[in-house]
């Protein structure tokens, strides 16, 4: 039977896998080169090194998780581990914004850039 004392390490494994996951995505090589780009911007580029700090930052808060109470340098571990996520999430602002704030499908503006309507008719 799990103790509720259990549930803070689990969740500090948890997070640690996903901070390995971001960290190894920092460090990884891109994926297949893309042969016609479909975006009307060009992507926002990534920062490794600051991808690697947001990996670092939640592998010492799940440190912190992990050591729970008793262990003498939580604390520490989550100040570094809040001051590692904050200097990362300022290194991939201009990634982390296209990532959280993108609307999707562009919202077009000008009527010359609208796409010409199907004469097409469907039947339902």
Same mark, same amino acid.
């Given at each position: ?8 390490? $689990? ?78 999430? $300022? ?34």
């Amino acid at each position: 039977m799990m103790r509720l004392e259990h549930l803070p390490i $689990i969740l500090g494994m948890l997070v640690l896998l996903a901070a390995a996951a971001i960290i190894y995505d920092a460090f990884a090589p891109d994926g297949l080169p893309r042969f016609s780009e479909r975006r009307r911007r060009a992507r926002a580029p990534r920062s490794p090194f600051g991808q690697a700090l947001i990996g670092a930052g939640m592998a010492a808060l799940a440190a912190a998780l992990i050591g729970r109470d008793t262990w003498k340098f939580g604390t520490v571990a989550v100040l570094l581990g809040s001051v590692l996520l904050i200097v990362g999430g $300022i290194m991939s602002r201009a990634y982390l914004k296209e990532a959280l704030f993108n609307r999707g499908v562009s919202r077009r503006r000008d009527p010359e850039d609208q796409p010409p309507e199907s004469k097409t008719y469907r039947i339902r």
